[in-house]
């Protein structure tokens, strides 16, 4: 048994160090992603329920790698987070992204709000505010079309800098969503307190509503409380006619996902826009 006890740990110890090896070569490419400009930004389409129209983006990074592999974010992001390395990354996405609608403002297409992603860290950065407004000045995107994404979880871990941090963005006119809504921690006594102007219905609750009656009923009831506590809705992971139709006669506002389209890249986007509806 001791034998057996002894390889096991040997096999576990491996495993560890493969995993951290792998762990210092992903963090190594990224440093050099960095560097080398191997970011990109694609753009969702953000849909009207009522209208049909397309209201505005979420900007998605992408990671291009030399080889012409695309690396999803899901994979890079926890690791980008756990290195800190989220913050020159999230400030370039936050200008990228607003130098690129700025131009689709520019061009008729001013009604179009932009939403970004911002981590944890990022959020509770103390650079925030000073990266933010850096940004809207230099970029020249006005604040009020900037909407940035946060989680459930950081507003609930540091509720006091958390509230504090909402209040000066909103202060400077950039509108705030909760992301990913229903999947977290998050209490209603918070959602209440927060100065929060869109709920984004995690994907999960969108893509069982038609299968399943209890997600129906917890969408329905996320679309209530949004409404009653002056915040629009947009529901994520749209994919088919009948989710869309079912979202539509609960009253939410907006919808984003597949069904419409998936996201583009910027010629893509422009494209799309250029052409109007769908
Ligand atoms: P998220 O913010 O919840 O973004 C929505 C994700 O759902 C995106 O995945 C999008 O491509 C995908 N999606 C959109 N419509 C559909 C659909 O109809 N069906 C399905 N199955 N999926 C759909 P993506 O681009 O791989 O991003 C994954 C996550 O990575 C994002 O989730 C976000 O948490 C994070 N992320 C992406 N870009 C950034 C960024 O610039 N900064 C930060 N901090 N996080 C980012
Ligand atoms: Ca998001
Ligand atoms: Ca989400």
């Not at 913050?87 to 061009?107: N, S």
């Not at 869309?244 to 389209?261: H, M, N, R, T, V």
Request: net charge negative.
């Amino acid at each position: 048994a001791k034998a057996k006890g002894k390889n096991n740990f040997q096999f576990f110890s491996d495993d560890m160090a493969l995993i951290a090896s792998r762990k210092i070569a992903l963090e190594n490419d990224m440093r050099r992603a960095i560097t080398n400009k191997e970011f990109v930004l694609y753009y969702q389409p953000q849909i009207q329920v009522e209208t049909g129209n397309i209201i505005g983006m979420e900007a998605l990074i992408r990671w291009k790698t030399d080889d012409g592999d695309v690396v999803s974010p899901g994979e890079f992001i926890p690791l980008a987070e756990e290195t800190r390395l989220i913050l020159p990354i999230g400030e370039w996405v936050l200008y990228t992204a607003c130098e690129q609608a700025k131009k689709w403002h520019d061009t008729g297409h001013s009604h179009l709000k932009l939403a970004v992603n911002l981590s944890p860290l990022q959020f509770l950065h103390e650079d925030l505010m000073d990266v933010v407004k850096f940004t809207l000045h230099k970029t020249g995107f006005p604040a009020s079309s900037l909407e940035l994404e946060i989680t459930e979880g950081v507003a609930v871990d540091d509720a006091e800098i958390a509230m504090a941090r909402m209040r000066e963005l909103r202060e400077i006119g950039v509108r705030i969503a909760i992301d990913d809504f229903g999947t977290g921690y998050s209490s209603l006594n918070y959602l209440k307190q927060f100065p929060l102007n869109n709920l984004k219905i995690a994907q999960p609750f969108v893509q069982d509503m038609a299968t399943n009656p209890s997600d129906k009923a917890l969408v329905e009831a996320m679309v209530f409380i949004a409404h009653n506590l002056n915040m629009s809705v947009i529901a994520e992971g749209v994919e088919t006619e009948e989710q869309l139709a079912l979202l539509k006669d609960l009253g939410c506002d907006e919808i984003q996902g597949y069904l419409y389209s998936k996201p583009l890249s910027a010629d893509q986007f422009t494209e799309l826009i250029v052409k109007g509806r769908f």
